[in-house]
């Protein structure tokens, strides 16, 4: 490595007093404190594409309501379980403004950013049926998912959905679902890290299998939105974010301020359940958390022993937020779209490298560019890939982590600024010098 921007001494130093037992193979907390830890070394400034943090400004609206609401002394008292009632009042008219979806403010319940809102659904979905005790992922998939089912001790099924797409994913999904085992499934939508889009056609099928196997879907939608193909940003107005709910009662959707709202910091986030499945009783349920009524299950068998509910200023900044969007005041998408325009600008320079892209079709159609993509370099394994650049002051975490049966590399768009990309474009130029295509 003749062109690598930081020298070998210093990062092999640093991978070995990180104690990991592979560097390619880490997880994104790791790689992002491993970079961190080389900057620091090095005097180097990474260009950080692991960790999905926003790269925009929090939305004012939440600012404003969020101070207000500290103002009038909020801090001092303890949340409830289930939300304050306006956050959920203006969740279910989101839910219904962008989703075309009624579910009643009640079943609207506010979770510790969609990462708890997640490992309480896996709680009570791992214990609804104690003929069913496994886990489906359509991946790839954020891994941290997987990790939560790890710690439940939740037996788990996944298949990397890039060559099941369209009608051929029937087949896949039912050969699995026909098991009997499966309690509940999750993907998202759009995906991380591929960016693929499912379509209408395909949630069908997806709600058809879960209503014919009696399987919960928990349907992620981190990104909301975010398919900039299609304008979904204009509340009670065609066309809709697309969702499974519209084919089947037994969902569960996962709303994150995170990336929609660049509120990650808050750790805000809406489980919106099924008005259906929230009253339905699950009699094996009652042994595991004294509860048979689904959403009391979420609620006191799962998110009052984790959290005993989310901060009251944080909910008090997404109800303002959804309230904005909702009365039309603030249209989110104008801030998101500069993901897509980087995404676009940072593909242009990993392919004049001559990498490739790993996941580049949704359906025959180039895939969009959104928060996050897929890539790899000739000659290397993702893992290999993910140690290598790190000579060069990129990071990012391999797709191994992820579920996918192909090799790359996810990266991330959110944290790299317009002007730090004429750099990254220098330094996969070092790399390919580097790393001649045979």
């Known amino acids: 490595m003749k062109n690598n921007v930081i020298p070998i001494e210093v990062v092999k130093k640093v991978f070995n007093e990180s104690n990991l037992p592979c560097i390619g193979g880490a997880g994104i907390r790791e790689i992002n404190k491993l970079a961190f830890d080389l900057e620091a070394a090095s005097g180097v400034k990474f260009i950080h594409m692991e960790l999905g943090n926003p790269g925009l400004p929090a939305a004012q609206a939440g600012i404003d309501a969020q101070v207000e609401a500290v103002k009038k002394g909020v801090a001092a008292t303890y949340p409830p379980i289930d939300g304050i009632p306006a956050l959920k009042k203006e969740a279910s008219r989101f839910i219904k403004n962008f989703l075309d979806l009624d579910v009643a403010p009640a079943n609207c319940v506010s979770t510790v950013g969609s990462m708890q809102g997640a490992f309480a659904s896996f709680m009570i979905t791992g214990h609804i049926n104690r003929e069913k005790n496994t886990m489906l992922f359509i991946d790839p998939g954020f891994p941290v998912h997987k990790f939560q089912c790890k710690v439940l001790g939740i037996p788990m099924e996944h298949f990397d959905i890039y060559n099941y797409r369209g009608e051929k994913l029937r087949e896949k999904l039912e050969s699995i679902l026909k098991t009997g085992k499966i309690h509940s499934m999750l993907y998202s939508n759009p995906n991380n890290p591929t960016w693929v889009c499912l379509t209408e056609e395909e949630l069908k099928i997806i709600g058809e299998l879960a209503n014919k196997y009696d399987v919960i879907v928990l349907e992620d939608l981190a990104y909301f939105g975010m398919d900039f193909r299609k304008d979904y940003s204009h509340p009670g107005e065609a066309p809709y974010q697309p969702t499974v709910g519209k084919f089947t009662d037994n969902y569960i959707l996962m709303i994150s301020s995170s990336k929609a709202f660049s509120f990650a910091g808050e750790r805000c986030a809406i489980l919106g359940i099924s008005d259906k499945l929230a009253v339905r009783h699950y009699p094996d349920l009652k042994a595991f958390c004294g509860q048979?009524?689904?959403?009391?299950?979420?609620?006191?068998?799962?998110?009052?022993?984790?959290?005993?509910?989310?901060?009251?200023?944080?909910?008090?900044?997404?109800t303002g937020v959804l309230k904005a969007v909702n009365d039309g005041v603030y249209n989110y998408r104008d801030d998101v779209l500069e993901y897509g325009r980087k995404a676009k600008m940072m593909k242009d320079?990993?392919?004049?490298?001559?990498?490739?892209?790993?996941?580049d079709e949704d359906l025959g159609e180039p895939i969009a560019d959104g928060f996050y993509f897929t890539y790899c370099y000739p000659g290397f394994k993702g893992s290999d890939l993910v140690e290598e650049m790190m000579y060069y002051g990129i990071s990012a975490i391999s797709l191994d982590t992820c579920g996918s049966e192909k090799q790359g590399i996810r990266a991330c768009t959110s944290l790299i600024k317009r002007d730090e990309i004429p750099v990254l474009a220098e330094r996969l130029q070092m790399f390919a010098k580097d790393h001649p295509v045979k």
Request: aromatic residues 18%; charged residues 5%; proline residues 3%.
């Open 292 to 318: 048979e009524i689904f959403l009391r299950g979420i609620l006191f068998g799962a998110l009052h022993p984790l959290t005993s509910g989310v901060s009251h200023s944080a909910q008090y900044a997404l």
């Open 349 to 359: 320079a990993f392919l004049a490298a001559g990498f490739y892209i790993t996941y």
